[in-house]
Structures are given as C-alpha cells and as structure tokens.
C-alpha cells in the first residue's frame, strides 16, 4: 500500500511540473554556479568536471542522485538539485551539458 501511494505522489509530481521549463540552456543557469558556465568546474571542488560527457551518462548521474542509487560524499548537495526535475527536463540538460566545450 505505502508503495502504491509513493508511486501515486511521483506521477502527481511529474504531472505538475509538465509546464515547467524544458529548455537545456535556461535550465542549466542554475547549475552553472557549481558547475561553470561550460560546466568546466570541479563543482565545489568536489565533482567531476562534467564538460563533454555524454547524455546517456548525465542522464544516469542525474537520475541516480534523484534516486539515491549515484554519487559520491557530496550527492546531497545534487539530490537538491535534481529532485523538482521531470524525466524531460533531466534529457534537455543533459542534451545541453554534452554540447559544451
Ligand atoms: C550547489 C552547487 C551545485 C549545483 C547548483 C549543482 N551541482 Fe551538480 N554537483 C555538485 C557537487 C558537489 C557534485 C558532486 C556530488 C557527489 O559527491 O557525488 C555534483 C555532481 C554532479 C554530476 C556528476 C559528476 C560527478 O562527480 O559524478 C552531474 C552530472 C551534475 N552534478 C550535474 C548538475 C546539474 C545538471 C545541475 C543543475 C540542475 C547541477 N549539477 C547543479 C554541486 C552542484
């Protein structure tokens, strides 16, 4: 029962946050703080610099830290971060992050 009401809150989280922004770069402002505008930094000196990695490899980072299943000494820091994220807003800045140079 707890499950299904878990599961029941996640879609009606999803389901909010259709509207929001989905554009890589915008959604990427925030980011860029720790990261750098070219995701260039060493995020609080902690982080891999994350410049040139492949989608599918932001996209599993992201996700692990929505999930608790990635990250190292600092992943409460991303969880923060990545947790208000739907499924499409993860991909476009992902999509960004991998076109950085
Ligand atoms: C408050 C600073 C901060 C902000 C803002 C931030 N990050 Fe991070 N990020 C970190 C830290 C610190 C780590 C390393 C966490 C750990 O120990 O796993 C990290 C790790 C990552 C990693 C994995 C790199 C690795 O070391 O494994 C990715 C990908 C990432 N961040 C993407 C993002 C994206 C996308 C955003 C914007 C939605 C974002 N971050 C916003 C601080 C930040």
């Known amino acids: 029962m707890?499950?299904?009401t878990k599961?029941?809150?996640g879609?009606?989280?999803l389901a909010s946050t259709t509207f929001a922004v989905t554009n890589?770069?915008?959604?990427?402002?925030k980011c860029a703080g720790c990261h750098g505008i070219n995701a260039e930094k060493k995020a609080l000196g902690k982080s891999q610099v994350i410049k040139g990695w492949e989608e599918t490899k932001v996209i599993a980072a992201l996700k692990g830290y929505k999930d608790?299943?990635?990250g190292s000494?600092?992943?409460g820091v991303m969880k923060g971060q990545v947790s208000s994220l739907n499924e499409e807003q993860i991909a476009s800045l992902a999509k960004h992050i991998s076109t950085l140079k």
């Open 2 to 4: 707890k499950k299904i």
């Open 73 to 75: 000494v600092m992943k």
């Open 7 to 9: 599961i029941t809150l």
């Open 24 to 29: 890589g770069a915008t959604l990427y402002k």
């Open 68 to 70: 608790g299943t990635y």
């Open 11 to 13: 879609l009606m989280v």
